[in-house]
Nanobody, 115 residues
Framework: QVQLVESGGGLVQPGGSLRLTCTAS????????MGWYRQAPGKQRELVAL???????NYGDSVKGRFTISRDNAKNSVYLQMNSLKPEDTAVYYC?????????WGQGTQVTVSS
């Protein structure tokens, strides 16, 4: 059974930082492409960042230069370091894994950027 568990969300002031962690089980993590998506109220889910099994990152335009995705295959974990947070970054952040063309999702963690 595949499980993706996110942690690290919370309330932060504009300009602040947060680090999200997603820990996976039940998959061959080292061959999976991992990603972070987010969904704000009334909006569609959008790509934040993804990292391939070859450790190549890609970012959504709105977070380039502010967010960094990384992975640790030994810990079956993927991270999202979020800096210079803005109110428009407020959303539920979901961890995603793609393996053998199948998508897996975590339950999400809330990130709120507000003063």
């Amino acid at each position: 059974q595949v499980q993706l568990v996110e942690s690290g969300g919370g309330l932060v002031q504009p300009g602040g930082s947060l680090r999200l962690t997603c820990t996976a089980s039940g998959i061959r993590f080292s061959i999976a492409s991992m990603g972070w998506y987010r969904q704000a109220p009334g909006k569609q889910r959008e790509l934040v960042a993804l990292i391939t099994n070859g450790n190549s990152p890609n970012y959504g335009d709105s977070v380039k230069g502010r967010f960094t995705i990384s992975r640790d295959n030994a810990k079956n974990s993927v991270y999202l370091q979020m800096n210079s947070l803005k109110p428009e970054d407020t959303a539920v952040y979901y961890c995603n894994a793609v393996m053998f063309a199948r998508n897996y999702w975590g339950q999400g963690t809330q990130v709120t950027v507000s003063s």
